[in-house]
């Protein structure tokens, strides 16, 4: 599946959170995510996150879909990362 990842958590484990979500998902702009992911890795990025994060203060919003193609992604200045993969 498809997801976008937000987060904001406080400024103590933001550093964490974000090492954290770059081994799942690509970087696009502070504290955002995207990319494509499987149940269970999305899973284990939450479990992950959850270990440190404080639930009364930090947040995490995912928008999931299908499949990126079902997505129109509009960029309007420099955009953070290229995530072209070529194989």
Request: proline content about 0%.
């Given at each position: 599946m498809?997801?976008?990842?937000?987060?904001?958590?406080?400024?103590?484990?933001v550093?964490?959170?974000?090492?954290?979500?770059?081994?799942?998902?690509n970087?696009?702009q502070?504290?955002?995510?995207?990319?494509?992911?499987?149940?269970?890795?999305?899973h284990?990025?939450?479990?992950?996150a959850?270990?440190?994060?404080?639930?009364e203060?930090?947040?995490?919003?995912?928008?999931?879909?299908r499949?990126?193609k079902?997505?129109?992604k509009?960029?309007?200045g420099?955009?953070r990362r290229?995530?072209?993969?070529?194989?």
């Amino acid at each position: 599946m498809y997801v976008i990842l937000v987060y904001d958590f406080g400024e103590k484990r933001v550093a964490k959170m974000l090492k954290l979500c770059r081994k799942y998902l690509n970087w696009i702009q502070n504290s955002v995510f995207e990319g494509e992911i499987s149940e269970v890795r999305l899973h284990e990025l939450l479990i992950a996150a959850k270990k440190f994060m404080k639930e009364e203060s930090d947040s995490i919003i995912i928008f999931k879909g299908r499949d990126v193609k079902w997505t129109e992604k509009q960029v309007v200045g420099k955009e953070r990362r290229d995530i072209d993969i070529f194989l």
